[in-house]
């Protein structure tokens, strides 16, 4: 039964194919015209079985793909030629034919709409014919391996409609595809200059490019979006943006650029997603990064309008575009890093160069006879130089603050510019041979007054600043010896506002810098405190004594550690004025105090030895001048002095000088034994200015001079009970040239005993060493302390080898402690 029916299928009714195929391709027609609604899809798929069935699917297979070719030839490819006008076919349009930009732009949108509409019927119609020729599909072009009749109609629109040639003149002649691409990037560049176009249709028949593959495989599977229009979209960009490029950096300023080039990004990865295809997105952003940012970032910065007018003028928004845009290209901001490093050491550098020009500030002549200019000659340039110095870390910090502001605001904190801000003020501030000693002054100023109703959030504010420039310092150990020297005078005069915050500074560089750092600080302060138990108990001892004498001085001792405090800031300019002043004549009353004290603190602290310091004490006397006549009658003037040690010796002098006598400057010194430069100094306090000219100096003049004479000033005249006489060189001040010469010699002194100590310690741990590894180290662990010279640290390799400390091993480069070290040899 069954190979009956075999047989009778095989040899029943013969399918006539002309026939078949008439109906077929009628049906076709209909489907292709849209008249498909009355067809048997059923019977259709029944006739194009039979014909399959039959052997004959290679005929019907060629059949239908004659019959799609020659309706996309005929009817098709005609009417979108219909729509084409010369502009459009040559693609130039500098050749419009006499039609304006929007005409061209509609002649354009009519195109693609036809485009997109003949794909989308085209894609439509062979899905049908897909259905009805199913059974071919699956038999005939499985088995012959053949493309699916839907995939061949689809490289027949390619190949018939696209790839069609479209003469342009005798020899020249363009595909379908190369007007469509022409017009697709026309468009593209009207969109660009603010027209707008036709996305959906465009974006259509981008679909079509992404879903058909090029006709020449040779390189493998190619869509014809990628080969046919990609390739030239980003040459055509690449040209465009060139261009734009060229021209906004010569018709407007950086932050314009910025803000444009950013709407130019946003803009093409919109198009991408839009108009064309997300495949596109990172090579069209490419583009525009390497013609508008990469190429063009060194320009922009150096412009007029570049990131030094944004720095000087705080357009911080315009600083944060460029940082986004210098980040798109180069994660390292190297172009931005090298700007602003130079914009930051040029202004340091005026900043530098405004603080050396006062610290070169010389005084106004002065007439001879005036004594306050006098007064104001001497001390008030000095003043003058210690605002300028703290003027210029002020200066530095209103820097900080501004770079600070920018960092965190435009270039969004930001690790490697933190990094090289750091590196640039570093560098400016250590170019300045003053920056420790300034930087100390600020401190000292703030410690004196500067934090004098401030909050606590105010202070942490202010010892934060001051320890942010002590961190950019290289030569910690300049900074240190200034900073105990300016400390010793603000403690034992009574200069500081708060020891509260003289400690909090003292443990804010303990922990940025280390115990080492402070451990002399915190000494001096312990030797405070214990100078106030003393003092308390040696009063109490006196009490005890039972002393009945009304007129006996009262004492306020400061005991000093030889060793903690800088003899630098005791004034201790010399050997010779040193041990002058440790001969020191006191007056009688005085000295009687000074070995009641001796004698008790020998009893607490036996083995001790106290040298007096008469130049760093203060003392108040009770001074009575001749009585004048009133209208109450006639008044004893009595005033209240607040003098140095020095001014209180010299004053004591003249109790027992008889009215009308005087004294010699060299009478003076021999009965005091006061330093010549101490003397002339306190002279001047007491009988030079006219507030507080106790004594009269003939002949009157700004100097002191070993002829001048000295009396008591019984006319002396205030409106004050309290008079505090100002000493010259009271509180601290910027060093002279001379000063600063005699600083740096001893601290070059005090750095090499610390090389010689760093390089035993190595040499103690290492036991053997090349010279130049020596080196390396040495330079390595001083590096926190201060910056060394290569050359200094030679010397001190080859002092230490003559000194038998270390030796050649074999005569050659390497190097051996010898002896114990840790004893020969100690650090200051």
């Given at each position: 039964?069954?190979?009956?029916?075999f047989q009778g299928l095989?040899?029943?009714d013969e399918v006539d194919f002309e026939s078949t195929w008439e109906t077929l391709a009628a049906s076709f027609t209909q489907i292709h015209t849209k008249n498909a609604s009355l067809l048997s899809f059923e019977q259709l798929y029944r006739q194009a079985y039979k014909i399959v069935l039959k052997k004959k699917g290679d005929e019907l297979y060629k059949r239908v793909a004659s019959f799609e070719q020659d309706w996309l030839t005929e009817k098709i490819l005609a009417k979108l030629k219909g729509l084409l006008s010369n502009a459009l076919i040559s693609g130039n349009s500098a050749?419009?034919?006499?039609?304006?930009?929007?005409?061209?732009l509609a002649a354009g949108d009519r195109f693609l709409r036809?485009?997109?509409?003949?794909?989308?019927?085209?894609?439509l119609c062979m899905s049908m014919l897909t259905d009805v020729l199913m059974y071919m599909d699956r038999v005939y072009c499985t088995d012959h391996r053949q493309p699916s009749i839907y995939n061949t109609a689809m490289a027949l629109f390619r190949d018939c409609v696209l790839l069609s040639r479209i003469t342009t003149s005798e020899e020249q002649w363009v595909t379908m595809l190369g007007v469509l691409r022409n017009i697709i990037l026309e468009q593209i560049k009207m969109e660009r200059d603010g027209d707008i176009i036709d996305k959906h249709a465009i974006k259509a028949c981008i679909y079509m490019l992404e879903g058909l593959e090029a006709k020449d495989t040779s390189n493998g599977p190619e869509k014809l979006y990628s080969s046919a229009f990609e390739e030239d979209f980003i040459r055509t960009s690449h040209d465009f943006y060139k261009a734009e490029g060229e021209t906004l950096l010569r018709e407007s300023d950086a932050g314009t650029y910025c803000r444009h080039t950013k709407k130019r990004i946003d803009e093409e990865l919109d198009r991408c997603r839009s108009t064309l295809s997300d495949s596109t997105t990172s090579k069209i952003e490419r583009v525009v990064e390497d013609e508008l940012i990469r190429n063009r970032m060194n320009d922009l910065i150096e412009m007029d309008s570049g990131v030094?007018?944004?720095?000087?003028?705080?357009?911080l928004s315009d600083l944060g575009l460029i940082f986004d845009l210098n980040a798109r290209v180069d994660s390292k901001k190297t172009d931005l890093t090298k700007a602003v490093q130079r914009i930051v050491v040029a202004m340091g550098t005026a900043i530098n160069n405004a603080g050396a020009a006062a610290s070169q500030t010389q005084p106004a002549p002065a007439p001879e006879t005036d004594?306050?200019?006098a007064k104001t000659t001497v001390a008030g340039v000095a003043n003058l130089l210690t605002v300028a110095a703290i003027k210029w870390v002020e200066d530095v910090l209103e820097l900080k603050d501004k770079f600070d502001n920018v960092w965190s605001t435009s270039f969004r904190s930001d690790q490697a510019l933190q990094t090289a801000l750091t590196r640039s003020f570093a560098e400016f501030i250590n170019a300045f041979a003053r920056s420790s000693e300034n930087i100390s002054l600020f401190i000292d100023d703030n410690m004196k007054k500067g934090i004098k109703g401030k909050t606590e959030y105010e202070i942490d504010v202010v010892l934060e600043k001051a320890i942010t420039l002590l961190r950019y310092i290289q030569d910690k150990d300049m900074f240190d010896r200034y900073y105990k020297r300016h400390l010793t005078k603000r403690l034992l005069m009574g200069k500081s506002l708060s020891t509260d915050v003289e400690k909090q500074m003292v443990s804010r560089m303990k922990i940025e810098l280390g115990n080492n750092f402070t451990l002399k600080m915190e000494s001096m302060f312990k030797d405070m405190t214990l100078s106030e138990e003393l003092t308390a108990g040696y009063k109490e001892h006196v009490t005890k004594r039972g002393d009945p004498d009304p007129r006996r001085v009262d004492l306020d001792i400061k005991v000093l550690t030889s060793m903690t405090w800088p003899l630098e800031g005791m004034g201790a300019s010399s050997e010779s004025d040193e041990d002058a002043r440790m001969k020191t004549i006191y007056p009688p009353a005085i000295e009687r105090l000074k070995m009641g004290f001796e004698k008790?603190?020998?009893?607490?602290?036996?083995?001790?030895?106290?040298?007096?310091?008469?130049n760093m004490g203060t003392a108040d006397i009770r001074a009575t001048f001749p009585k004048v006549p009133s209208k109450n009658g006639t008044i004893v003037r009595k005033h209240e002095l607040n003098v140095s040690t020095y001014g209180m010796i010299v004053l004591l002098l003249f109790n027992d000088l008889p009215s009308g006598e005087s004294l010699n400057f060299e009478d003076v010194q021999s009965r005091t034994n006061i330093p010549t430069n101490e003397l002339i100094r306190t002279l001047q306090s007491v009988a030079v200015s006219p507030k507080t000219r106790i004594l009269v100096k003939e002949p009157m003049s700004k100097d002191v001079k070993p002829t001048d004479r000295f009396s008591f000033n019984e006319s002396f005249e205030s409106k004050f009970a309290k008079i505090k006489v100002l000493s010259i060189t009271s509180g601290n001040k910027v060093e002279g040239d001379r000063e600063r010469k005699e600083t740096e010699k001893k601290n070059n002194e005090s750095r090499n005993h610390n090389i010689e100590a760093a390089v035993v310690r190595i040499m103690k741990q290492r036991k053997e060493l090349s010279h130049q590894q020596l080196v390396s180290e040495t330079l390595t662990q001083l590096a926190s302390q201060f910056k060394p010279d290569v050359v200094m640290i030679k010397k001190r390799i080859e002092s230490l080898i003559e000194r038998e400390y270390l030796d050649h091993i074999d005569g050659g480069d390497s190097l051996r402690p010898l002896g114990p070290p840790a004893v020969r040899i100690e650090s200051p």
């Open positions: 039964m069954a190979l009956h029916n095989n040899n029943g050749e419009t034919g006499g039609q304006t930009a929007n005409e061209r036809e485009l997109k509409t003949a794909w989308e019927e085209h894609q030094k007018h944004m720095v000087d003028n705080e357009r004594g306050d200019k008790y603190y020998s009893e607490k602290h036996s083995g001790r030895k106290l040298t007096w310091l008469a």
